[in-house]
T-cell receptor
Framework: GENVEQHPSTLSVQEGDSAVIKCTYS??????FPWYKQELGKRPQLIID?????GEKKDQRIAVTLNKTAKHFSLHITETQPEDSAVYFC??????????????FGTGTRLLVSP | EAQVTQNPRYLITVTGKKLTVTCSQN?????MSWYRQDPGLGLRQIYY???????DKGDVPEGYKVSRKEKRNFPLILESPSPNQTSLYFC???????????FGQGTRLTVV
């Protein structure tokens, strides 16, 4: 089955710096790669996603890149702000025998942005 | 407002006492899932449902049951909870596979 690895597990940056979180996946049939942000005590919420027919997607200060050949994708946050502090999860969507398309999550990255 | 609602938010129970965590969504989504979140392990899928009366095991189904009698509801049942089921649980729904998953507020369960 699909396996998603995420690095680093923790990341500390200064306000204004960039942050990069990387994920690798194992199932070459995976075709949807969302990123979720989970603030302390809150539910995970989608911040950006990318499909396998696209190499890069940007939304203001966040961007995601996908390398299908290498089976890895990354989240880039520029000009970080303290409110970016949270746990970030990557995920890959893989097909099961039932036809269900299931999300497999990485183990999360705790991002701390210091003022 | 489109939402996924879980209840209760917090629950402390004793080993072996059956409990149910409810999940309801108002977006007419076909897919619903249950996850548990543990430190260092991320979100792991317990069970999922593709539609009414269609459910299947996820990655960590042992000790859990689910049912999907109505499209909007997907309760998680622990018939005989044990301390290793102490965790943060999330219900999620999505229109179909490969689309955004919407999460409930979470249920923090402690089994003593």
């Amino acid at each position: 089955g699909e396996n998603v690895e995420q690095h680093p597990s923790t990341l500390s940056v200064q306000e204004g710096d960039s942050a990069v979180i990387k994920c690798t996946y194992s199932d070459s049939a995976s075709n949807y790669f969302p990123w979720y942000k989970q603030e302390l005590g809150k539910r995970p919420q989608l911040i950006i996603d990318i499909r396998s027919n696209v190499g890069e997607k940007k939304d203001q200060r966040i961007a995601v890149t996908l390398n299908k050949t290498a089976k890895h994708f990354s989240l880039h946050i520029t000009e970080t702000q303290p409110e970016d502090s949270a746990v970030y999860f990557c995920a890959a969507s893989t097909f099961m025998n039932t036809g269900f398309q299931k999300l497999v999550f990485g183990t999360g990255t705790r991002l701390l942005v210091s003022p | 407002e489109a939402q996924v609602t879980q209840n209760p938010r917090y629950l402390i129970t004793v080993t072996g006492k059956k409990l149910t965590v409810t999940c309801s969504q108002n977006m007419n989504h076909e897919y619903m899932s249950w996850y548990r979140q543990d430190p260092g392990l991320g979100l792991r899928q317990i069970y999922y449902s593709m539609n009414v009366e269609v459910t299947d095991k996820g990655d960590v189904p042992e000790g859990y049951k689910v049912s999907r009698k109505e499209k909007r509801n997907f309760p998680l049942i622990l018939e005989s909870p044990s301390p290793n089921q102490t965790s943060l649980y999330f219900c999620a729904s999505s229109q179909r596979g490969g689309t955004e998953a919407f999460f409930g507020q979470g249920t923090r369960l402690t089994v003593v």
